[in-house]
T-cell receptor, first 118, second 113 residues
Framework: NAGVTQTPKFRVLKTGQSMTLLCAQDMNHEYMYWYRQDPGMGLRLIHYSVGEGTTAKGEVPDGYNVSRLKKQNFLLGLESAAPSQTSVYFC?????????????????FGAGTRLSVL | DAKTTQPTSMDCAEGRAANLPCNHSTISGNEYVYWYRQIHSQGPQYIIHGLKNNETNEMASLIITEDRKSSTLILPHATLRDTAVYYCIVRVYSGGGADGLTFGKGTHLIIQP
């Protein structure tokens, strides 16, 4: 059972280039998330999805777009990369079967994508 | 979500119990306490969660004070592989999937050989 898989693991871009980060989960989870983590800081939510065909903005959505065409995949796109987007990106997923009051609100994370924008 | 306060770093000797405190004095009645950890260069990993009762699983124990304003994560027999940043997160279930986790800076736990 692979869990949450992120590709690529590393990438270097030049300013203005575009790229797509792929997140795939094999746990049949409804909810998926994209976070970024900058040095010495916690994770910040970029976008999330509550199901196939749905997306929503998180805390820091500017400069990113997402798509959830298939339940198992959540794509994060950078249309025109900027040095400020240099970061480690983490994808996560969780089941919709959370029970009452977050009793099982457990997110499962991928290993991350390290992105440098020069 | 209630704000949490954790020490920046802690040391613990290998084989001893590691006790990681978290203050969440503004926690509300329907907010759970979650603990995650992040080993260097890896994604965060869920450890344990609780509402008001103490909880134990194969990884750790969670002790929540009676007034719920603070909690302690206990790793009973710490190993070198437990060296990581530990995050205490207070979260209410808002429904609809709008429940991305809010990570602070956490506690960097260093297990000493």
């Amino acid at each position: 059972n692979a869990g949450v898989t992120q590709t690529p693991k590393f990438r270097v871009l030049k300013t203005g280039q575009s790229m797509t980060l792929l997140c795939a989960q094999d746990m049949n989870h409804e909810y998926m998330y994209w976070y970024r983590q900058d040095p010495g800081m916690g994770l910040r939510l970029i976008h999330y999805s509550v199901g196939e065909g749905t997306t929503a903005k998180g805390e820091v959505p500017d400069g990113y777009n997402v798509s959830r065409l298939k339940k198992q995949n959540f794509l994060l796109g950078l249309e025109s990369a900027a040095p400020s987007q240099t970061s480690v990106y983490f994808c996560a997923s969780r089941s919709e079967l959370s029970g009452a009051y977050g009793a099982k609100n457990i997110q499962y994370f991928g290993a991350g994508t390290r992105l440098s924008v020069l | 979500d209630a704000k949490t306060t954790q020490p920046t770093s802690m040391d613990c000797a290998e084989g001893r119990a590691a006790n990681l405190p978290c203050n969440h004095s503004t926690i509300s009645g329907n907010e759970y306490v979650y603990w995650y950890r992040q080993i260097h260069s890896q994604g965060p990993q869920y450890i344990i969660h609780g509402l008001k009762n103490n909880e134990t699983n194969e990884m750790a124990s969670l002790i929540i004070t009676e007034d719920r304003k603070s909690s302690t994560l206990i790793l009973p027999h710490a190993t070198l592989r437990d060296t990581a940043v530990y995050y205490c997160i207070v979260r209410v279930y808002s429904g609809g999937g709008a429940d991305g986790l809010t990570f602070g800076k956490g506690t960097h736990l260093i297990i000493q050989p």
